[in-house]
């Protein structure tokens, strides 16, 4: 098992270029299962989901290509109407092949998604949404087996703007009889791209990145190319390095209008973030205030900076307040940071923070993706060694991540 280790204690300055967004190309992968035609999708980063989703398209019928680092894809033959399990339970996105093999086939067949470390992470919303558009569910052994005749269009209310069942619910809808309207949708950037690409298809589909998502059914869809945004949470990871470490960087391919919750909270503790000649300059020097932070659906703050900032907090005078409103468990970050000297204390979806004058260099262990980045951040300015184990975790979400922050002077390497 590879291990991460940092010495603490270097200024991190320079430049750093984001990767494609793991959660905007994920969905769009399995679009690709809308049509039979051929589609080529651009700046996908090279991520362990990634590759997952890949042999999950792989398993049901799906030819994917690498063309000098883009992808090409290509329905091969009949579809398989199912995800099978072994794949599913290592990745939850896998859920979302349920609406285009329902659009495309009539049914679907995919293993429940168990629980991950952040909490139950149900669909129900999605299950939901499908019968509204006439699909009959059932639920057995650990499946979840959809049919219908045809999916139909519908209005539908979702109980929480789940990105995921907005997602799901949009690739079924595009191939469905009629308009379908989606009110409560998920307003997250990740949306809007995966309506960019799906309209680049044929698709007609509008409103995505607002509360209400119009969908009208056509009968199929074409192929096309497409370039996936950047990685918002990336590009939030690399500017908290920058305020915890003290440092001065650019990043390169970000997009600040994607953040615009998490910069206010940034600026808001004393963290000078600028736009310069389209890239984002992050001046970490100044003294830091303390924050409060709720998380919320976008564009409130994101959850998944929820353990990034936290990290920051630690070594911020004054006590911090964190409460995580998505997640029912997204703590796991909490101990392996009091493991390195930091005061925190848990009280239900709130977790408060004294900051410490110092944290100090532990063996720790990444328990999910949003945590691992967390302790990278808490050994860049920790006193001594850092040495984090079980970064497969990490690896399904950062791409090259110790190599990114070696060039911005960090002293970090992996070990294998
Ligand atoms: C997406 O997960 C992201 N993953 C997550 O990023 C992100 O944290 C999350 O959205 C929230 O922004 C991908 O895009 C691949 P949800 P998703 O459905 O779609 C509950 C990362 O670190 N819920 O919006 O699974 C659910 O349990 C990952 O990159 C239901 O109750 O999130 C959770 O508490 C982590 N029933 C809340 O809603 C449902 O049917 C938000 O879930 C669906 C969701």
């Known amino acids: 098992m590879d291990k991460i280790i940092i010495t603490g204690g270097k200024k991190l300055q320079g430049e750093v270029v984001i990767s494609g967004s793991k959660n905007a190309t994920l969905p769009i992968q399995v679009a690709t299962l809308l049509t039979d035609a051929e589609c080529t999708l651009l700046n996908v980063p090279r991520l362990r989901d990634i590759?997952?989703?890949?042999?999950v398209l792989r398993a049901i019928g799906m030819e994917i290509k690498e063309k000098n680092d883009n992808y090409v894809f290509r329905t091969k033959g009949k579809?398989?109407?199912?995800?099978?399990?072994?794949?599913?339970?290592?990745?939850?996105?896998?859920?979302?092949?349920?609406g285009p093999l329902l659009a495309r086939l009539g049914e679907a067949k995919v293993a429940l998604p168990?629980?991950?470390?952040?909490?139950?992470?149900?669909?129900?919303?999605?299950?939901?949404?499908?019968?509204?558009?006439g699909a009959k569910v059932e639920i057995k052994e650990g499946y979840v087996t959809l049919k219908t005749k045809k999916l139909v269009g519908n209005r539908m209310t979702l109980d929480f703007p789940?990105?995921?069942?907005?997602?799901?619910?949009?690739?079924?809808?595009?191939?469905?009889?009629?308009?379908?309207?989606?009110?409560?949708?998920?307003?997250?950037?990740?949306?809007v791209d995966l309506a960019d690409f799906l309209n680049t298809l044929g698709a007609q589909v509008s409103g995505a990145g607002t509360r209400v998502i119009t969908i009208k059914g056509v009968k199929e869809l074409g192929g096309g190319t497409h370039t996936v945004i950047p990685d918002r949470i990336e590009t939030g990871t690399f500017m908290v390095a920058s305020a915890i470490t003290g440092g001065d960087i650019r990043i390169k391919n970000?997009?600040?209008?994607?953040?615009?919750?998490?910069?206010?909270?940034?600026?808001?503790?004393?963290?000078?973030?600028?736009?310069?000649?389209?890239?984002?300059?992050v001046d970490g020097s100044p003294k830091l205030k303390s924050l409060e932070v709720e998380t919320r659906p976008?564009?409130?703050?994101?959850?998944?900076?929820?353990?990034?900032?936290?990290?920051?907090?630690?070594?911020?005078?004054?006590?911090?307040?964190?409460?995580?409103?998505?997640?029912e468990n997204r703590f796991?970050?909490?101990?392996?940071?009091?493991?390195?000297?930091?005061e925190i204390v848990l009280k239900g979806h709130s977790a408060l923070v004294k900051g410490v004058k110092y944290l100090s260099g532990a063996p720790v262990m990444a328990t999910d993706l949003r945590a691992s980045a967390a302790l990278i951040l808490a050994g860049l300015v920790a006193r001594?060694?850092?040495?984090?184990?079980?970064?497969?975790?990490?690896?399904?979400?950062?791409?090259?991540?110790?190599?990114?922050?070696?060039?911005?002077?960090?002293?970090i390497k992996r070990i294998k």
């Not at 168990?114 to 558009?133: E, M, V």
């Not at 736009?275 to 300059?281: K, P």
């Open 332 to 342: 796991m970050h909490v101990g392996e940071l009091q493991r390195m000297g930091a």
């Open 114 to 133: 168990g629980g991950c470390a952040i909490g139950l992470r149900p669909i129900n919303i999605h299950l939901d949404g499908f019968r509204k558009l």
């Open 298 to 327: 976008y564009p409130g703050f994101p959850t998944d900076m929820q353990a990034q900032v936290m990290s920051l907090m630690c070594i911020t005078p004054e006590d911090s307040i964190f409460t995580e409103t998505i997640f």
């Open 254 to 281: 970000g997009r600040l209008d994607h953040l615009a919750a998490l910069v206010e909270k940034l600026k808001a503790t004393g963290i000078e973030i600028e736009e310069s000649a389209g890239d984002i300059l």
């Open 51 to 55: 590759n997952t989703m890949n042999d």
């Open 162 to 191: 789940s990105v995921g069942a907005t997602e799901n619910l949009m690739m079924a809808a595009v191939l469905a009889g009629g308009k379908t309207v989606i009110e409560n949708a998920a307003r997250e950037p990740e949306i």
């Open 79 to 98: 579809l398989k109407n199912m995800a099978p399990y072994d794949l599913v339970k290592t990745m939850r996105a896998s859920v979302l092949v349920v």
């Open 384 to 411: 001594g060694k850092t040495e984090i184990s079980r970064i497969y975790h990490l690896d399904r979400g950062y791409e090259r991540i110790e190599v990114k922050l070696e060039k911005l002077g960090a002293k």
